[in-house]
């Protein structure tokens, strides 16, 4: 049973408590290609099955730009419309950039179903997956300073969400619908922030003269399953965006040289960027390390876009010029996407090596194919990260406490 409430004097349809079924809409400007808003909806849609919901439809519209009330042209949003009312189940409708207040409060009030842009949606997913009180407080903080400046056509808005995708967090609540208000929330998050952080730079400070490695790459690319094999441990690890939140370190022994490893938040394109200064204290493990490890899915068709989006959120922490060793992830799935049945292993082998160079040199650090599910290669990439870690200790000035 769908809940009903006003929107003004029209009825809107009511939420799906457990599952909503949603439509994604991108528009193509003269800066982007069609192939690359697909892909871009490929992994909005993965966003939106992470948050719980299911895509039915998808429109894509090329435009200069988009429209500074409707987002879409006009013919589109009536397209929008017509299949929305010819398909009662839908609730929700994603576009793929940033809405201003006003363009949520207008589409809302044509399409009568809420309206998530992919910010919002990222947030949800964020304020769903936080389990520390560093986390959430990190979410509200976010949450908090990507509305304010959305205030003014949120009005309504506000007063009648009741939950679902895009509403957790503060949402759940009504937001008092006063700038002043939301700006002294925003002051106690950083307060109460500072402190956290205080707390985590003094348990870092505890930690000694280990060697610190962390893992960084682009979200779902096998971090935390390979921290779970290479720290013997038990990191949630699963196939959903944002798996993780919070900072795992694990004390790994190689051949009896210790080191600290760290599991770090994924990266993604077009992350909110209240999100991410919101997170540079999680993201404090990857600036205190002494190498990164730099997992990607080598089985992704855009894996070079999702590395330089890695490589572009490194340079922002000032933290590219650190040792760093490309780890290829998943290298079964490449091969079963990408070789043919007839090749021999020598000639797959010569086909791997000749990318393993050009990858070196087109990105200038040391690289190994693995498939963490599998443990191929496994021993090797030890072997490197153990090589790497001896190089950090010879390098200070004095002996490790082991």
Avoid at 23 to 40: A, F, P, R, S
Avoid at 251 to 272: A, M, Q, Y
Avoid at 297 to 304: I, L, R
Avoid at 317 to 332: C, G, H, M, R, S
């Amino acid at each position: 049973m769908s809940e009903q409430w006003q929107f003004g004097k029209q009825k809107v349809k009511g939420l799906h408590k457990e599952s909503e079924d949603c439509i994604l809409v991108g528009v193509v400007t003269k800066n982007d290609t069609l192939e690359q808003i697909e892909e871009y909806l490929d992994e909005l849609e993965f966003l939106a099955e992470t948050a719980g919901a299911k895509t039915v439809k998808r429109y894509i519209q090329k435009l200069p730009h988009p429209d500074v009330r409707t987002f879409v042209g006009k013919g589109k949003l009536e397209e929008i419309a017509q299949f929305i009312q010819e398909n009662e189940n839908i609730s929700l409708v994603i576009f793929d950039d940033d809405l201003t207040g006003k363009q949520t409060n207008f589409l809302e009030r044509e399409l009568k179903v809420k309206i998530v842009d992919r910010s919002t949606l990222i947030l949800d997913i964020f304020a769903g997956r936080a389990q520390t009180a560093q986390a959430k407080t990190q979410v509200e903080l976010a949450q908090m300073q990507y509305l304010l400046p959305k205030l003014r056509g949120l009005w309504t808005h506000l007063e009648r969400q009741k939950g679902g995708i895009g509403m957790r967090g503060p949402g759940e609540q009504e937001i008092e619908t006063d700038r002043r208000i939301v700006r002294d929330k925003i002051s106690q998050l950083k307060s109460k922030l500072e402190k956290i952080d205080q707390q985590a730079l003094t348990q870092r400070k505890n930690r000694g003269d280990l060697v610190r490695v962390a893992l960084v790459g682009y979200t779902n690319v096998g971090k935390s399953t390979l921290m779970n094999i290479l720290s013997k441990s038990d990191v949630f690890a699963e196939n959903k965006l944002f798996a993780t939140l919070d900072t795992t370190v694990r004390k790994v022994v190689i051949d009896n040289v210790p080191f600290l490893l760290s599991d770090t938040v994924g990266f993604i394109r077009k992350l909110p960027h209240h999100l991410v200064e919101s997170f540079k204290s999680t993201l404090d493990e990857v600036r205190e390390s002494d190498i990164l490890i730099h997992v990607i899915d080598f089985s992704h068709p855009h894996f070079q876009d999702q590395i330089n989006t890695v490589n572009k959120t490194l340079v922002d922490l000032d933290v590219a010029d650190k040792p760093t060793l490309l780890v290829f992830n998943k290298i079964d799935l490449y091969r079963e996407k990408n070789f043919d049945d007839f090749l021999d292993n020598t000639t797959k082998n010569e086909i791997l090596e000749e990318i393993s160079q050009n990858m070196k040199n087109t990105y200038h650090h040391d690289n190994i194919f693995i498939s963490a599910i599998d443990g191929e290669n496994m021993d090797e990439l030890k072997s490197k990260i153990f090589e790497m870690v001896q190089s950090a200790y010879s390098e200070r000035v004095y002996t490790p406490k082991y």
